[in-house]
Protein backbone atom coordinates (compact mmCIF):
# COMPACT_ATOMS: atom_id res chain seq x y z
CA UNK A 1 0.00 0.00 0.00
CA UNK A 2 0.93 3.60 -0.91
CA UNK A 3 1.42 5.78 1.40
CA UNK A 4 2.80 9.64 1.72
CA UNK A 5 3.57 10.91 5.09
CA UNK A 6 4.31 14.69 5.62
CA UNK A 7 6.50 16.08 8.35
CA UNK A 8 7.75 19.55 9.29
CA UNK A 9 4.63 21.32 9.90
CA UNK A 10 4.12 23.88 13.13
CA UNK A 11 4.14 27.15 13.93
CA UNK A 12 6.16 30.08 13.27
CA UNK A 13 6.58 33.87 13.36
CA UNK A 14 5.80 36.07 10.24
CA UNK A 15 9.06 35.98 7.79
CA UNK A 16 10.93 32.87 9.34
CA UNK A 17 11.17 29.66 7.18
CA UNK A 18 10.57 26.35 8.04
CA UNK A 19 11.05 23.13 5.77
CA UNK A 20 7.96 20.37 4.84
CA UNK A 21 9.23 17.18 4.21
CA UNK A 22 7.35 14.09 2.23
CA UNK A 23 8.00 10.44 2.30
CA UNK A 24 6.91 8.02 -0.25
CA UNK A 25 6.31 4.58 1.01
CA UNK A 26 5.32 1.04 -0.30
CA UNK A 27 5.62 1.62 -4.05
CA UNK A 28 8.59 -0.06 -5.93
CA UNK A 29 8.44 3.11 -8.48
CA UNK A 30 9.28 6.68 -7.70
CA UNK A 31 6.76 9.21 -8.45
CA UNK A 32 6.22 10.88 -12.04
CA UNK A 33 5.83 14.02 -10.19
CA UNK A 34 5.14 15.52 -6.96
CA UNK A 35 3.19 18.35 -5.41
CA UNK A 36 2.28 20.58 -2.42
CA UNK A 37 -1.38 21.80 -1.99
CA UNK A 38 -2.26 23.63 0.84
CA UNK A 39 -5.50 24.29 2.31
CA UNK A 40 -6.89 27.22 4.46
CA UNK A 41 -10.69 26.83 6.25
CA UNK A 42 -13.32 28.03 4.32
CA UNK A 43 -10.86 27.65 0.81
CA UNK A 44 -10.28 25.58 -1.88
CA UNK A 45 -7.20 23.46 -1.69
CA UNK A 46 -4.93 25.29 -4.16
CA UNK A 47 -1.54 24.53 -5.52
CA UNK A 48 1.49 25.44 -4.16
CA UNK A 49 4.27 24.13 -5.86
CA UNK A 50 4.93 21.18 -8.36
CA UNK A 51 8.13 19.48 -9.18
CA UNK A 52 8.51 17.01 -12.18
CA UNK A 53 10.74 14.08 -12.76
CA UNK A 54 12.88 16.44 -15.36
CA UNK A 55 13.46 18.70 -12.48
CA UNK A 56 10.99 21.45 -13.92
CA UNK A 57 8.78 23.52 -10.63
CA UNK A 58 5.71 25.50 -11.19
CA UNK A 59 4.19 28.05 -8.66
CA UNK A 60 1.85 29.62 -7.04
CA UNK A 61 2.34 33.28 -7.94
CA UNK A 62 1.80 33.96 -4.25
CA UNK A 63 4.76 32.08 -3.08
CA UNK A 64 7.02 32.93 -6.21
CA UNK A 65 10.37 33.59 -4.73
CA UNK A 66 10.06 32.37 -1.04
CA UNK A 67 9.34 28.81 -1.68
CA UNK A 68 11.51 26.16 -3.05
CA UNK A 69 10.08 22.89 -4.18
CA UNK A 70 12.64 19.93 -4.59
CA UNK A 71 12.66 16.09 -4.63
CA UNK A 72 14.95 13.09 -4.35
CA UNK A 73 16.60 11.81 -6.91
CA UNK A 74 14.27 8.42 -7.50
CA UNK A 75 11.09 10.22 -6.43
CA UNK A 76 10.18 8.97 -3.25
CA UNK A 77 10.26 11.86 -1.18
CA UNK A 78 9.61 15.79 -1.69
CA UNK A 79 10.23 18.80 -0.04
CA UNK A 80 9.55 22.30 -0.09
CA UNK A 81 11.38 25.06 1.72
CA UNK A 82 8.97 27.45 2.98
CA UNK A 83 11.12 31.34 3.52
CA UNK A 84 9.79 34.70 4.30
CA UNK A 85 6.17 33.26 5.75
CA UNK A 86 3.45 35.19 5.89
CA UNK A 87 -0.03 35.05 7.88
CA UNK A 88 -1.82 34.10 4.89
CA UNK A 89 0.41 31.04 4.54
CA UNK A 90 -1.79 29.53 7.29
CA UNK A 91 -2.63 26.26 5.99
CA UNK A 92 -3.24 22.60 6.09
CA UNK A 93 -0.11 21.20 3.50
CA UNK A 94 -0.81 18.05 1.84
CA UNK A 95 1.60 16.52 -0.52
CA UNK A 96 1.14 14.52 -3.83
CA UNK A 97 2.55 12.69 -6.10
CA UNK A 98 1.41 10.62 -9.34
CA UNK A 99 2.76 7.34 -9.56
CA UNK A 100 1.89 5.24 -13.02
CA UNK A 101 -1.07 7.24 -13.63
CA UNK A 102 -2.71 6.58 -10.16
CA UNK A 103 -3.05 10.05 -7.64
CA UNK A 104 -1.76 9.69 -4.16
CA UNK A 105 -2.21 12.75 -1.42
CA UNK A 106 -0.74 12.60 2.39
CA UNK A 107 -2.81 13.41 5.07
CA UNK A 108 -1.32 17.07 5.63
CA UNK A 109 0.02 18.86 8.07
CA UNK A 110 -0.73 21.75 9.78
CA UNK A 111 1.61 24.91 9.08
CA UNK A 112 0.40 28.25 11.09
CA UNK A 113 2.31 31.34 10.81
CA UNK A 114 1.45 34.11 13.74
CA UNK A 115 1.87 37.73 13.63
Known amino acids: QVRLVESGGGLVQAGESLRLSCVVSGSILGADHMAWFRQSPGKQRELVARIYGGGSTEYADSVKGRFSISRDRVGKAVYLQMNSVRSEDTAVYSC?????????WGQGTQFTVSS
Open 96 to 104: YARIRGRDY
